[in-house]
């Protein structure tokens, strides 16, 4: 009997996730089953019914995906999940809280059609979010200088600390903590980098027009922010690899083709075994191989 593909969509918000379920629908799965209001203290429970209902060698036919506004919720049910498995008695399990994961992978791929991410000086603005926190960590993953930047350098400095931790790994002479509050901080650092990634709150400006004027040697900007008004000044949130005063510009819209491509493969990546989990950089990695192909 061939065993029709299963998704197991955790959400920790009240609604589970109509955009995760549309997605996953599109990605070839058989039935979605949903949960809302989950919470690390009772995913134990739903992971049990995914492990023990089909035998080892049909359970790469069963997936999780863990979603949710909250992606630090989203996190700690990642590792309640994990830890309900044993041995070979498993499932692949896809962590994409509000989006986080594939967004930063889509906007760090979106920058590497244009520079090289090893020899790039990165500016990660909104660098305290999921978004951001996502984007410093690819970026470093391959190689990049990156100042992850908040209004508040005590936040930007933990964030910074919080990275090192998740990644097991010290990135002092490539991860730099900035408090980015002003006009002094914007010619302090815009002419010093040769990217930038606005992944502020939507709706927040991060960089005003003046303040774009100082990034001279920026070769791509990238701005996640598709609420008006703009996050990076002049950057529209459907540009897609648009030329202008002599960068390559990316908005929210154009980076969001290839973050559902990426969110699609990774979902039907889930089904190619039963012990994957894809965070950030295996979503990544995904997304490097549909660039690949693409090139
Ligand atoms: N295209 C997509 O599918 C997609 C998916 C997910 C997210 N996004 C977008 O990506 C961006 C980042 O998402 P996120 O969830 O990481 O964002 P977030 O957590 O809401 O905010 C990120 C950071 O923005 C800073 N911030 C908050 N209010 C601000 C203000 N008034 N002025 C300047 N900075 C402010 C905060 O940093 P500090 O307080 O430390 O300065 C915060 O940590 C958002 O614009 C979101 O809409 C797009």
Redesign the pocket.
Known sequence: MDHPRILVQLDSDPHSSVFDAVVAVDSEIDHLLQYADVEPTNARGLVHGAMFTRGPAQLRHTAIFIGGSNVAVGEAIAREVQQSFFGPVRVSVMLDG???NT?AAAAVLCAARHVELGETDALVL?G?????QRVARLLLGQGAKVRLA???LA??TAACRQIETQMGKNYDQTLTAVGFADDRSAEEHLAAVTAVFG????G?T?LNAAQMQLGANIQVAID????PPE?LAGIAATDKAVERQGRIDYG?IG??GL?MKIHREAIKTLFTRNDLFLDAEEIFEIGQNLEAARA
């Open positions: 509000n989006g986080s967004t909104g305290t979010g999921p978004v951001g908040s209004r508040d936040r930007a992944c502020g709150a939507a927040t991060l996640l922010n598709a609420v996050g929210a980076v969001g973050k």
